[in-house]
């Protein structure tokens, strides 16, 4: 099957009980047993819901993995990744990484004793001194958020291999219709499923996807047992807006090409940051491992001028200034006080992440419309 047709039918069925094309959206808690035991496969909604069931088949089958296990955010699906883990043991991170994530390893997972690298995975020849015996999971973000740089997930998967460790790679910017990691030698695809999955900006989601039996099993058990599951409603929200991501996406593309050449001209930006462009410093990687190039870019304004990139962000009037992307309306932001505002401003800056920096989520919208948007509110 093609992507379009996964994305549409991929490990779903009609309805057993009544024939509805739609799978059903299954409020309940908990499921009837005829004696003590004999169910029909559900027994608990935090251990398995049809409606979340489904959900995960279909993003197994986008994703070419075997399971796919769902959470009640992204953040909740890397929490679970990383209780794979041990006191002692170490992990090796993209250094451009969502908020998020940075905070997550630092401020909670630190102490519990598990050590993090952030670092420049541009080039894993360089890298070897970061590994060692307690080395138990690379982390790669690809694109990473909110800089743009492409990492070559083969590489990656070359580098775990020799150290005898995972990889997971945090697949949200690029959706399973640009990139399936699984494809190139990961072990854990990670998404924020509240970005392109979902695509409607109306749900918080996560999932994890992988081939490894015994790791499922592993990961199925810290779902149940830690319980961060995400509900039945929200499940079939996502599982309706997977069915047309292969048509958003087309359009997320087709308007981010028409939008970063736009910026690239336009005398009030200085650099912009989209793997499309043929300089990019990563072009060659992100033509090889992904179909199309995404509606995610950052752009600076000239002499780096703070100011600048703050009117810019108030004036915009189509798009709009919010936290959050991949939805089908288009979206701006400042990184340095929204989203990367839990990362102190020295290690930002290292990274890339400037003042003056401007992140867009480009929509669906008409192209001649976000056009002039940006047109106007760079003027001002
Ligand atoms: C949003 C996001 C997350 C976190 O996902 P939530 O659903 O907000 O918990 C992780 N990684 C990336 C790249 C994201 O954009």
């Known amino acids: 099957m093609k992507f379009g047709t996964k994305a549409i039918h991929g490990g779903l069925s009609h309805d057993a009980a009544t024939g509805a094309i739609m799978t059903p959206i299954y409020q309940t808690s908990t499921y009837a047993q005829s004696e003590p035991g004999a169910h029909k496969g559900y027994e608990y909604s935090r251990t398995q819901n049809p409606t979340r069931h489904a959900l995960e088949k279909n993003l197994a089958s ?85 800089m743009l740089n492409i990492i070559d997930i083969e590489a990656a998967a070359a580098f775990a291999k020799k150290h005898n460790c995972l990889l997971g790679v945090d697949n949200t910017f690029a959706s399973p219709y640009l990139q399936n990691p699984l494809d190139m030698g990961a072990d854990i695809v990670m998404h924020s499923a509240t970005k392109y999955l979902g695509g409607h900006s109306d749900v918080v989601m996560g999932a994890l996807i992988l081939n490894n039996d015994g790791l499922a099993e592993q990961l199925y058990f810290i779902q149940n047992s830690s319980g961060a599951v995400c509900g039945p409603m929200d499940s079939f929200l996502v599982l309706r807006g997977i069915k047309t991501l292969h048509l958003r996406m087309q359009r997320h593309c087709e308007n981010g090409k028409k939008v970063a050449e736009f910026l690239q001209a336009h005398p009030v930006v200085d650099k912009v940051y989209w793997p499309g462009f043929s300089d990019h410093p990563n072009h060659y990687v992100a033509k090889k491992q992904m179909r199309d190039f995404g509606g995610m870019m950052s752009f600076t304004t000239v002499d780096d001028n703070f100011e600048k990139a703050k009117r810019f962000v108030s004036n915009v009037k189509v798009f709009v200034l919010a936290e959050s992307l991949g939805g089908v309306e288009s979206l701006c932001g400042h990184p340095a006080s929204m989203t990367h505002a839990a990362i102190p401003k020295e290690e930002r800056e290292k990274t890339g992440v400037k003042d003056s920096l401007v992140r867009l989520s480009v929509g669906v919208e008409n192209i001649d419309d976000l056009l002039d948007d940006l047109a106007q509110a760079l003027e001002v």
């Open 62 to 146: 986008i994703e070419n993995g075997k399971h796919g296990l769902c959470f009640g955010s992204g953040l909740a699906a890397i929490d679970a990744v990383i209780k794979l883990l041990n006191p002692g043991d170490e992990v090796i991170s993209t250094s451009d990484l969502y908020g998020g994530t940075y905070r997550i390893y630092t401020q909670i997972f630190e102490k519990y004793g598990i050590k993090f690298h952030f670092t420049d995975m541009s080039n894993f020849d360089n890298l070897d001194h970061l590994a060692n015996e307690n080395t138990k999971l690379i982390w790669v973000e690809t694109p990473t958020n909110p």
